[in-house]
T-cell receptor
Framework: DTGVSQDPRHKITKRGQNVTFRCDPI?????LYWYRQTLGQGPEFLTY????????KSRLLSDRFSAERPKGSFSTLEIQRTEQGDSAMYLC?????????????FGAGSRLTVL | AQSVTQLDSHVSVSEGTPVLLRCNYS??????LFWYVQHPNKGLQLLLK??????LVKGINGFEAEFKKSETSFHLTKPSAHMSDAAEYFC????????????FGAGTRLFVKA
């Protein structure tokens, strides 16, 4: 499979626990994006990497959220001290620099449920 | 300010009848516009994109969209709905100011009745 992979697909956790999601982009894509999608809403931008550099963070990304892309390949999104409001689908997308029209390829998402 | 508005949260059509999903945008810059589809438990998939070439854009699965600058609209259409078209559709605007400025509409859920 040469698409964008996300793991785990589903995560149920108790409030206060930490969770980590992983995204493996398409191998030749140097740009990687994280979005959050809540029920009935479109995806909201969280953060963006060009290679290993995190170039932009949304105000939605509180101090409890951290994203990394240490080697410019896969990325992780960690949420510390989860809250019920963090329950959402976390989407990863990637694109190549040559994709001038900013065509994003999305993964299937990681659904988080915080009890 | 830049935004995208999908005018209908739900659209219901009968199989074999036309589909119209409406989208209006506002942008201070020349936008790139996209439609994505999201099937249950699947990732977002690009249907079509407009990037200032032809105003009528053809996409996959028989969908097309027309960019109308005067109306700031980018409505998605299909002549004949199929049961497999039932999904959530997102209108998306990308601003030409940076690779991360991609704004999604709230989505329109399409129901197709047999």
């Amino acid at each position: 499979d040469t698409g964008v992979s996300q793991d785990p697909r589903h995560k149920i956790t108790k409030r206060g626990q930490n969770v980590t999601f992983r995204c493996d982009p398409i191998s030749e894509h140097n740009r990687l994006y994280w979005y959050r999608q809540t029920l009935g809403q479109g995806p909201e931008f969280l953060t963006y990497f060009q290679n290993e550099a995190q170039l932009e963070k949304s105000r939605l990304l509180s101090d409890r959220f951290s994203a990394e892309r240490p080697k410019g390949s896969f990325s992780t999104l960690e949420i510390q001290r989860t809250e019920q409001g963090d329950s959402a689908m976390y989407l990863c997308a990637s694109r190549a620099d040559s994709s001038g029209a900013n065509v994003l390829t999305f993964g299937a998402g990681s659904r988080l449920t915080v009890l | 300010a830049q935004s995208v508005t999908q005018l209908d949260s739900h659209v219901s059509v009968s199989e074999g009848t036309p589909v119209l999903l409406r989208c209006n945008y506002s942008s201070s810059y020349s936008p790139s516009l996209f439609w994505y589809v999201q099937h249950p438990n699947k990732g977002l998939q690009l249907l079509l994109k407009y990037t200032s070439a032809a105003t009528l854009v053809k996409g996959i699965n028989g969908f097309e969209a027309e960019f109308k600058k005067s109306e700031t609209s980018f409505h998605l259409t299909k002549p004949s709905a199929h049961m497999s078209d039932a999904a959530e559709y997102f209108c998306v605007v990308r601003l030409d100011t940076g690779g991360f400025k991609t704004i999604f509409g709230a989505g329109t859920r399409l129901f197709v009745k047999a």
